[in-house]
């Protein structure tokens, strides 16, 4: 079962400028991770973050955690034309192992 | 880094037709591989997670006679779609975990149309 909703459903920015994207769930997690997919291919990780994190950064990337308010952001900075892609973000549990559950996911175009 | 290679990356088959999809972890051994479903525009559905040597684990509402896991090397598992259907129309994708704690590796799916 999908736990994730991820806002928007939808984001059509110019290049150069920031793309924020946002991610709730609902349960207990030991991590939240970000996934890119593009079209018709398989998901690229991109980070994780572990419950006990506030706040990670690689590269252009700035994910934030708050537990307790169950949500995390994925912030892409200086946006490119290649960032053109669906974000997904997924969380494992407790007692889940590996097994993680998805969010919605945002469809990010970047127009140049 | 770890590669995952899914294959066939695209299918097209006859109604009633059987289709098997392998998954297959190219630079570590995978004690386990999960098994997801993909409609259009949506997010990714567990199917059923994929344990080396023993019985698959199935979704709740995931038929498991009607999707097979074979998960018989700790580099290969194999999701075969018996007796498809147009409504199993849809983008299929493995990922398989290494080493403990570490994020999961994806194959690039398979499409499988069904006509």
């Known amino acids: 079962s999908q736990q994730g909703e991820e806002d928007p459903q939808a984001l059509s920015i110019q290049e150069g400028e920031n793309a924020t994207m946002n991610c709730s769930y609902k349960t207990s997690i030991n991590n939240l991770q970000w996934y890119r997919q593009n079209s018709g291919r398989g998901l690229v990780h991109l980070i994780l973050i572990r419950s006990n994190e506030r706040e990670k950064h690689s590269g252009r990337l700035r994910v934030t955690l708050d537990t307790s308010k169950k949500s995390s952001s994925l912030l892409i900075t200086a946006s490119r034309a290649a960032d053109t892609a669906s974000y997904f973000c997924?969380?494992?549990?407790?007692?889940?192992?590996?097994?993680?559950?998805f969010g919605e996911g945002t469809q990010l175009t970047v127009n140049p | 880094g770890a590669v995952v290679s899914q294959h066939p990356s695209w299918v097209i088959c006859k109604s009633g037709t059987s289709v098997k999809i392998e998954c297959r972890s190219l630079d570590f051994q995978a004690t386990t591989m999960f098994w997801y479903r993909q409609f259009p525009k949506q997010s990714l559905m567990l199917m059923a997670t994929?344990?080396?040597?023993?019985?698959?684990?199935?979704e709740q509402g995931v038929e498991k006679d009607k999707f097979l896991i074979n998960h018989a090397s700790l580099t290969l598992s194999t999701l075969t779609v018996t007796s498809a259907h147009p409504e199993d129309s849809s983008f299929y994708i493995c990922?398989?975990?290494?080493?403990?704690?570490?994020?999961?590796?994806f194959g690039n799916g398979t499409r499988l149309t069904v006509t």
């Open positions: 994929s344990n080396e040597g023993s019985k698959a684990t199935y």
């Open positions: 997924a969380t494992d549990g407790e007692t889940s192992g590996s097994r993680l559950t």
């Open positions: 990922s398989a975990a290494g080493a403990v704690n570490s994020p999961l590796h």
